[in-house]
């Protein structure tokens, strides 16, 4: 090492530097943690809606509220850290003491989501709390990290503070973005306990929770840690509950009126504590129609992610799972900060236009809501491949004629297969079977080289069904099996066998995959396997074992496969496309991610630093309260659509847009009418008018003792 570079200086009554900068050796450890602490948080979150789906078989609607009670939760319990650093812990033991709640939470959730622990019950409840305390952890020390950070830095240090804070947005953004790409690898490309490995997933996250922790307390001798100073947002709120009480015990009309209702609090709280209460409450008015934005973007997490399930991912080269699709976000931001902020508005400044915060803000939530217009659109087109919507005394069926001459199908009383079904046809779509009731027993007549056969079936309502057509003893028979009613989940293909041999079957697909199906055309039930190329499987018959070429099963696809004969060591198949694959992109998807992610920068980065150009220096963290609560409750908003009106995906894309839009009218003209302002000019208009108002109190006492 050079020693004229040392990596530490250390100055008399001055903590340790890293080389040759103002910069605290300390900054290293919080910006490390910070790291980590967002990879544990991202990572974890980018698989929970998955999860709900997959693991704990529950619908959209159900695994969207929860995600986002859980998203609402963590952007609550700030406030709680925030109090608890300020007025009783201090940041460090906050940071501290959360933190290991954090890993408690994190643990309980790794461990909830091992399959053989328990039954259903004990995975939910393991589940839920492991949620809440993550959601009290992360939420908790969000407030205290960054702060802390800043007090490692000596006052006149602003320039390297400044810095601290970009590299601590960088470090968020890195975590973010390695977790949401990583994590969904970790669950669908490594299998454990026969199936998607979620307990891997939830557990990486939680070792890097354990590494932030460890990191911070080893940085523990070169912090500078302040005492708690008392909480501002109490204060704040005490004044305003003060004044709102004061104002109703005197509403008797002799009473002199005040300017501002928040002068009701001037008998027990300070004209500069009231006045900086003004400024803030201001700026919390413009926060009211903000949360709408935040209830579309948090859903790049839920059902952005389901609509990625029910898409293309093969970009060639490479397969996504439909959860890493939210890796776009932290990396476009990465891109679109300094894209914008060195480029696009220079170059809208040098056009004379006045894009002020207020108007910044407005673009951004019309991006928003142009890229959930995006994502109706595409949900329209992915629909075009789902299954017919089914209702009561009603059912679809089609015909499968496995015989060597077409066969002519009559159902009893219904005019529905005009043509005979050639032999191994390619069956078209579905067709609408009408019932009497929830069930009716029909008379199936099959007509073939002169042949009438007749066959009694029972069909239910809402259901799916195949007429198998095939020939037995010189004959035909048939068989009436049941087919999938949806597309598979999660983009994985459903597969069936019909053995058309003489002999019973074994059939190996994968490594993990072992179908047993009885001869004389009987049928397998449904395997589900991921998206693949399935060319070296195995046939194991009484004769011998032979090759089994499947090919390729596809995205969202559900296929039968008749095994009709054996030769020349391999097993000859007829395969038919059941419900088709899923033929939209994921690509498609790009567009709604680039505009959102535009807005976000236009919206959020743009709210904060105005928010806090208007409010006094005491007043920073209320503002950073207010704003955090803004995010919650948009995520309360969704949770109230998914559970309170379940409609059409598409329509709930179309609702959001619309809701968004009208917002975004409603902020456009609050901030018209805004005036923005400087606080510190603020300040001392409010000393003069209080000066001001002292001089006319003594006049008045003044006339009085005249007269």
Known sequence: MDESCPLLDVQAGHRQKLCGSNYPLSIAFIVVNEFCERFSYYGMKAVLTLYFLSFFHWDENLSTAV?????????????????????????????IYLSIVYVVGHLVKSVGAIPSLGNQAVHVILSMVGLFLIALGTGGIKPCVSAFGGDQFEEEHTAERSKFFSIFYLSINAGSLISTFVTPILRGDVKCFGEDCYALAFGVPAALMVLALVVFIAGSGLYRKTPPQ??????????????????????????????????????????????????????????????????????QGSRWTLQATKMNADFG????????????????????????????????????????????????????????????????????TDMPQLVPEESLIRVLNLAKNPVQVTIQDRDLFQQPVEAFQNPAEYSKLILNGEQQSLRFTLQHQGLSLAFNYTVKEKSVYSLIVFEAEESLSSHLITDLEAKPENGLAAVRFINGLSQDVNLTIDSEQFIAVQKNYSASEYSLLKRDKYNNGKCITETGEFTLDLGLLDFGASYTIVITNVSGGAVKTWKSEDIKANNVHMAWQLPQYILISAGEVMFSITG????????????????????????????????????????????EFVLFTVLLFAVCIIFSIMGYFYVSVDPEDLEEKEEKRETSSRGNMISLVTQKTKL
């Open 67 to 95: 995600y986002h009670a859980f998203s609402a939760l963590c952007y609550f319990t700030p406030v709680i850290g925030a109090i608890m650093a300020d007025s009783w812990l201090g940041k460090y033991k906050t940071i």
């Open 230 to 299: 008392g909480n501002v947002l109490l204060e704040v709120c005490k004044c305003i509950g003060f004044a709102i009480k004061n104002r109703l015990k005197n509403r008797s009309r002799q009473i002199p009126k005040r300017d501002h209702w928040l002068d009701w609090a001037s008998e027990k709280y300070s004209k500069q504590l009231i006045g900086e209460i003004k400024m803030v409450t201001r700026v919390l008015f413009l926060f009211i129609p903000l949360p709408m934005f935040w209830a579309l973007f948090d859903q």
């Open 317 to 384: 080269i490479y397969v996504l799972e439909p959860d890493q699709m939210q890796f776009l976000n932290p990396l476009l931001i990465l891109v679109f900060i300094p894209v914008f902020d060195l480029g696009l508005y220079p170059l809208i400044n040098m056009c004379k236009f006045n894009f002020t915060p207020i108007r910044k803000m407005a673009t951004g939530m019309i991006l928003a809501g142009l890229a959930f217009g995006l994502a109706a659109v595409i949900e329209v087109k992915i629909n075009e």
């Open 608 to 651: 904060l630093a105005f928010s806090y150009s208007q409010s006094p220096a005491s007043m920073k963290s209320v503002l950073q309260a207010g704003w955090l609560l803004t995010v919650a409750v948009g995520n309360t908003l969704v949770l109230v659509v998914a559970q309170a009106a379940p409609m059409a995906q598409w329509a």
